[in-house]
Structures are given as C-alpha cells and as structure tokens.
C-alpha cells in the first residue's frame, strides 16, 4: 500500500521540482521509502533516492538523490508503506531491465504467490519476494491480460521504455484511487487529488454541477468527475494508454474489466456453502502479510463475519494469540454497538482497542480530515472513520482487514425493497410477492402498500404513473429548494425495475465509490492499509448471480450470509437485523453542543455561495425547521457546513 505519482512532460526539458513536490504532500501514505524514476527517450530509466529514501535502500542500491531541474519525459514517484518484503527489494519505484518495464504501484496483488508460481514454470526469476515484482514478469509474459488474473486492489503505472508506451491501472472496482489532469505541462496520475494541484499553472476549479449534485443528495464519486473539472478519476476496471512516440501526450482510456454476475444454477444449499467458501478464501488471501494484520469491528454483520472466519484461520495456523480490533463506540446507546462487538471480541479471544469520537474532537481535527479526503464527505460518518484509522494507527497497527462492500452486493439497504419487489412482479413471482409481503406486515404491522404500489408502476410505465396523484408516483423527481438552480434529489431518472439492476447501481454509482475513496484516504491519512474481503471480484460475480430471494428471504437482509455463517457467529450477531455501519451521533451533535458550530458555518457558506449555489433564505428556513423538529434530520446541514469548510482550504 503506497502513494504513487507518474508525470509525462510534453517537452523533456521540464524539471525534477514538480514530482518532488507532489509526493511529499503524500508522505502519510508512505512514510517508510520514498523513490523516484525519469526517463528520457533514448535513453534508460534512471532510479533515483529521494530525502525520505530508507537509510537500507540507501545503502544497498547506492542511488543518487534526486535533485530539482533534473529534466524528464516521463517521471515516477513512490511513497512506500511496507507490507510485502520489508527489505530494499521491495523498493519502488521497480525496474525489470531484461523487459524494458518499470513500475510504480500501489495496492496488493493477493493471489501473487500463486501467479509467480507459474511464472516460475515459464522460465522467470525473481529477485524479491514482493507482489510488485510478480506484475512485472506478468506483464512481460501476458501484456494487458495479465490483469485477469489479478485478485486484488491496485492502482499502478507501467512504463514500457522499449516500446515507448505506457499504462495507467485502475482495479476491478476501484477499490484504490488513481486521479488524471492533463495540463499546459504535461498528464499528472496521481493516487490523491493534492498532488495534482502542485502542478506548473494548476488554478482550482468548481464543478457547479457536481457540487450542487452533492448538496441535493450526497452523491460523490458516482462518475469520473471531481469537484474539480480538470481533474477525473480513471473510472474502475479501466486503463490509460498513451504512445510516447508523438510529443502531444494524446492518451486513450480503455475497458478491461465489465462485470458479468455468474448466474447460480445450483441449490440454495450449496450457495451457502459456496458462498463461505469464497469468503473464507478471500479473506485467507488478506491475511497474507509481513506485518501484522487487525480488524475493524463494528459489531455488525459483515465485519463480525470477517474477525470469526479470520480467527479460525489464524488458530488453523497455530496463531492463538488473537486478533487485535478496533471499534468506534459512543456515550449515547442509540449509537453504541460495543456491546455486539464485545460478543464478537469474546469468541474470537480479539484483543480489543476503543474509541469514542466526539463533537471536540470533529472541532479541532475537521480541517485535517478534509485536507486528507481531498473532497467534501456525505455525513460526519466518515469522521467516525476517520477515527477508527486513527486509532488504529495508535495501536501501532499497518494492516487492518473491514467490511466494505457487502452491503452493496448482499442488499444490506432498506432502499432496496422496492426494487426487489418490483423484481418479483416482474417474473411473475407473485407467491413469492405474497409470501414477502405477509412477513413485512407481519414485523412491520403494516402491508407494504408503498412498494406494491411503486413495483406495479416499473412494470407497467406512465400509462399506471398518469392515473395517480403526484404525491404516489415513483418517477417524480424532487427538487430542493435551498439550492439555487437546484438538481434533483436524486442522480437517477428512475428508479430501478430489479434487485440486481439497483445493486449494480450501489457497487458501480453510488454509494460504493464514494464509500471506497472514504476508505483509502482516512486509512491511508494515518498510514494504514484497509483490505476489503467483500470486495474480492469472485465474490461480486457470485453474489450478484444469484436468485434474489436467496439475498432478501421473508424481509430479512443479506439472508445467504447468515445462513452461511451460521455456527461461526455469535447468534446475538447472526440475528441482529440492525444496521448502523460507522455512525456518529450527527443529529446530537446538531441540535446540542455543536448548534452554535454549524449554525455559523452555514452562515459562512451562504455568505459566500448564496444566489450562485445556495438560496440563503430557504437554507435557514430548512436548517431552523431542523433544529426544532418540525423537518426531519437529514445530513444536508453538514453538506452544506462541509461543502464551505472544504472550498476554504482550496
């Protein structure tokens, strides 16, 4: 896990000043080396020590450090946080002279030990006992392809100096970052937006769209755009190509991963069983490090899951000592799930850290997290976070394995219901409808009149819609009135007809991107690598292959994953039907301690964006109606409080 940087100069005169300058901004998401690559045409890579180079990598490879006016065509830089192979073999920038490659990376290749293990088969020597090593001779040996056969979460760019090309790598979902500028200087790839904007002539930009996009629903991350238009994200399962045989830095970007659900023909049965197995394995696969690993343990379902199934690994290997955990916990109960992860913590024999974010606490570090996010957050869940990571750095802990992603995949959102419904109606499934039905009024004392509604209408179109009052159709979009030239309330037209078309739309829109970039900066903030279990891509081709009641049985959630961990859970865990992820107690925060707080930040952010961005007066309005309880608690004061805080430190 590192942060990586590569410029291509459109004239090789350029200097050495803007690729150092932008990985020391990113010093946090690799403290323990730091390495730099130029090339120039006709000439070969020149590796390079910089100030924070490891005193071993120093002395075994004897590099010179790079100095600015060094000039370039195509530069590298790497911040190293050590996981795999702590010697200076792991050291990157990496070359493989026999092949003309050379690599900056960033991420893990899990499943590296068995792709070298035929590489070896095929005649390749290694020298280290790194995964960064393995992509090399991978790509040597199978070009672009070799990215089939990746298990993992990566970002990395490859420059092949004999063919003079090169490759800008973004994983199958997106799990790690990888930011594009191309500017009067040259193309920036970077793993965070900040060291773009040291770039030669680099002048901030806002995306009006975009932020009135987030203001009006909270969506960020959901396309290739930034809150900055000349800055994109290289979208998931895609690659950059540019030929460095032309001066004019012209690139194309280029699929190389579609996800296709493997539809299950099987038993319910054996999904079960299957369904652990990946699990199992994928998080086997995590384990692998040459540092410690811990978890984050919020008490929930899915990270619960994660800590059992890893502790019966770790004891299948002889380790008996335990994992270590971290948890955010809280004063108030409504937001507490300590006593879920003590359960948790009880039978797995985890060793225990706890941290209680506070309002003081959000006061005095606001400014440091939104420096690290590089952009604003939905809600103050992501300081929760924040916190989490923080802790976990404070422990003394590198590697933690989380949650993220089942959700997404599994149907862990009430949103999902109507979907899911209408997904019945529309296979004509209608014991199955009634059968779902019954058990909703059944928990919920109500028929689900609202969902039977809303799926008759996805499957019959406007002619149904158009007999209906305007407060009973699905397809109304709404508007908030607090945003001057308002978007709708929502980033899609309609909602939609299937479970499995709304749980694509969570894994590749919203909210799994954002949730994924939330992940990666407030981890990598405290020099810290997140792996992501639920995220390995044979488990979203399996989860989102089955049948959809085999996900949502009877009303209840993520159905498959309790069956499948049952015996292995706490049944105080297994029957939880709860959800709270990383919550903070937001709503207490607004209309107790931190009143005064946000009330003048919103201030603030009127006076500077009202009439262009924000109708002042219908924001007060909103935000007073909150606070006496006449409106219900949403997290648009903090968008809008957030979204002024962040634009300040531009």
């Excluded at 992860?341 to 005095?364: C, G, M, W, Y």
């Amino acid at each position: 896990m590192c942060g990586i940087l590569s410029i291509v100069n459109k004239a090789s005169k350029t200097g050495s000043e803007s690729l150092l300058k932008a990985c020391e901004i990113i010093r946090h998401r690799g403290p323990d080396d730091e390495g730099f690559l130029t090339w120039v045409p006709g000439e070969a890579p020149i590796v390079w020590a910089g100030s924070d180079t490891a005193a071993s990598t120093h002395s075994h490879f004897g590099y010179s450090t790079l100095v600015p006016g060094q000039g370039f065509r195509v530069g590298f830089g790497h911040r190293r946080l050590s996981i795999l192979d702590l010697s200076p073999m792991g050291h990157q920038p990496m070359l493989h002279g026999p092949a003309g490659l050379a690599i900056t990376f960033n991420g893990e290749i899990y499943n590296y030990l068995e792709i070298k293990a035929e590489l070896e088969t095929k005649g390749h020597h290694f020298r280290s006992t790194s995964d960064t090593e393995v992509i090399l001779h991978a790509w040597q040996e199978w070009g672009v392809k070799c990215l089939d056969r990746f298990n993992g979460m990566f970002s990395f760019v490859i420059l092949d100096h004999h063919k003079k090309e090169l490759f800008a790598v973004r994983d199958r979902f997106g799990v790690k970052p990888l930011y594009y500028y191309s500017g009067e200087t040259g193309l920036y790839l970077a793993s965070e937006i900040k060291q773009i904007k040291t770039a030669p002539g680099y002048q901030s930009r806002l995306d009006e769209k975009i932020t009135r996009q987030y203001l009006a629903t909270g969506a960020v991350d959901h396309t290739s755009n930034t809150f900055d238009p000349q800055i994109k994200h290289l979208p998931a399962g895609h690659y950059l190509y540019m030929n460095l045989s032309s001066d004019e830095n012209e690139f194309e970007i280029r699929k190389w991963y579609s996800l296709t659900p493997k539809k299950w023909t099987g038993s319910r049965e054996e999904a079960v069983s299957e369904l652990r197995r990946l699990l199992t394995d994928s998080i086997n696969l995590r384990l692998r490090s040459d540092v410690p690993v811990g978890s984050c343990l919020s008490g929930g379902l899915d990270s619960s899951s994660i800590v059992c199934i890893a502790a019966q690994l770790l004891k299948a290997k002889g380790d008996f000592a335990g994992q270590e955990t971290v948890t955010a916990c809280y004063e108030s109960a409504k937001y507490d799930e300590w006593k879920f992860a003590q359960e948790v913590i009880k039978a797995t024999n985890a060793k225990p850290h706890r941290v209680f974010p506070s309002f003081r606490q959000l006061q005095d570090e606001v400014d440091q997290f939104l420096f690290y996010q590089d952009e604003p957050t939905g809600s103050t869940s992501q300081f929760s976070q924040w916190a989490v990571f923080k802790k976990t750095h404070e422990a003394g802990l590198k590697v933690m394995v989380d949650g993220q992603g089942a959700d997404e995949q599994l149907a862990g959102y009430s949103g999902n219901d109507l979907s899911f419904y209408s997904g019945l109606l529309k296979k004509a499934r209608f014991l199955t409808l009634l059968d779902e039905a019954r058990h909703y009024k059944k928990e919920k004392g109500v028929w689900p009149k609202g969902f039977l509604l809303g799926a008759l209408q996805l499957n019959t179109g406007a002619a149904l819609s158009n007999l209906l009052p305007q407060n009973a159709r699905i397809t109304r979009k709404h508007d908030v009135n607090w945003i001057a030239n308002a978007e709708p309330a929502t980033i899609y037209g309609t909602h939609a007809a299937t479970l499995e078309e709304n749980l694509l739309r969570q894994v590749y829109f919203e909210p799994l991107p954002a949730l994924l970039r939330y992940e990666d900066h407030n981890s990598m903030a405290w020099s810290v690598e997140s792996r992501t279990p639920f995220m390995d891509y044979r488990l979203l081709e399996f989860n989102l292959g089955l049948p959809e009641t085999y996900l949502y049985k009877r009303g209840v959630r993520k159905a498959i994953l309790r069956e499948a961990m049952h015996n292995i859970l706490p049944p105080a865990i297994e029957n939880r039907r709860d959800k709270m992820g990383f919550v903070t107690p937001e709503e207490l925060w607004l209309k107790g301690e931190g009143k005064d707080w946000f009330i003048d930040g919103i201030d603030k952010a009127c006076a500077q964006f009202g009439g262009q961005i924000l109708d002042t007066a219908n924001v007060k309005k909103y935000v007073a109606s909150m606070l006496d309880g006449k409106q219900p608690f949403d997290f648009a004061p903090w968008r809008i409080f957030c979204f002024h805080r962040w634009h300040n430190r531009l």
